[in-house]
């Protein structure tokens, strides 16, 4: 499968932005979705995952209430709205899909495979 973030850039702080991310893979609506984030020096980080019938959603504590998570399963496509940006939201931000098709783990890191090439969100104070 082959994952294409976009959407990210050069924002100031409490600015907004929204990354898409894109999916070639054809079923694309049975499999969670998952958006992690890594920051220069830092492990990779899952920030916010979404059920593969986007019910239910997770966002890691840090970015609670600042970003929304959703999906488009027609487009094969999901989104991150982030909000009130901060300095330490600063990263490469990747999309990720999950390994097993009909199973909830979107609030788990271990749940997603294949991580597209990310997308640069910068945070200027």
């Known amino acids: 499968v082959q994952l294409q973030a976009s959407g990210g850039g050069l924002v100031q702080a409490g600015g907004s932005l929204r990354l898409s991310c894109e999916a070639s893979?054809?079923?694309?609506?049975?499999?969670?979705m998952g958006w992690f984030r890594q920051a220069p020096g830092k492990e990779r980080e899952l920030v916010a995952g979404?059920?593969?019938?986007?019910?239910?959603?997770y966002v890691v504590d840090s970015a609670k209430g600042r970003f929304t998570i959703s999906r488009d399963n027609a487009k094969n496509t999901v989104y991150l709205q982030m909000t009130s940006l901060k300095r330490e939201d600063t990263a490469v931000y990747y999309c990720a899909i999950g390994r097993l098709q009909f199973y909830d783990g979107y609030d788990h890191p271990s749940a997603f495979r294949s991580w597209g090439r990310g997308t640069l969100v910068t945070v200027s104070s």
């Open positions: 893979e054809s079923t694309f609506s049975r499999y969670v």
């Open positions: 979404i059920s593969w019938t986007g019910g239910r959603t």
